[in-house]
């Protein structure tokens, strides 16, 4: 089993910038496909972006294209979200998700993840 912690959260202004870390304990995170979601008061948590294993392969929400970077350090066994140019609607609790299995897998959805950190608050002010 894999224990996931969130860090790098806060308060920030528009159009400022964040980053986001997961690291891990009891694993190493190169075994796992990653993923990063937000939530939204009263709204359901929702696929941000995701990192293959080996990290070749990102993929992210239209909405955060060209603002958002997701890497792997692996020395460091965590798992960063670089955000840019951030908006006042992207005000959520920001948490990372671990998929261990292998072979074909739906990355946006909450489902296929195996493994939750407990969120870390981002809260962007206009």
């Known amino acids: 089993q894999v224990q996931l912690v969130e860090s790098g959260g806060g308060l920030v202004q528009a159009g400022g910038s964040l980053r986001l870390s997961c690291a891990a304990s009891?694993?190493?995170?190169?075994?796992?496909?990653m993923g990063w979601f937000r939530q939204a008061p009263g709204k359901e948590r929702e696929f941000v972006s995701a990192?293959?294993?080996?990290?070749?392969?990102?993929f992210y929400a239209d909405s955060v294209k060209g603002r958002f970077t997701i890497s792997r350090d692996t020395d460091k066994n965590t798992v960063l979200l670089q955000m840019n140019r951030l908006k006042p609607e992207e005000t959520a609790v920001y948490y990372c998700?671990?998929?261990?299995?292998?072979?074909?897998?739906?990355?946006?959805?909450?489902?296929?993840?195996?493994?939750w950190g407990q969120g870390t608050q981002v809260t962007v002010s206009s």
């Open positions: 998700a671990a998929h261990r299995a292998l072979g074909f897998a739906n990355i946006y959805t909450t489902n296929t993840y195996d493994y």
């Open positions: 009891g694993r190493t995170l190169t075994n796992y496909r």
């Open positions: 990192i293959s294993r080996s990290g070749g392969s990102t």
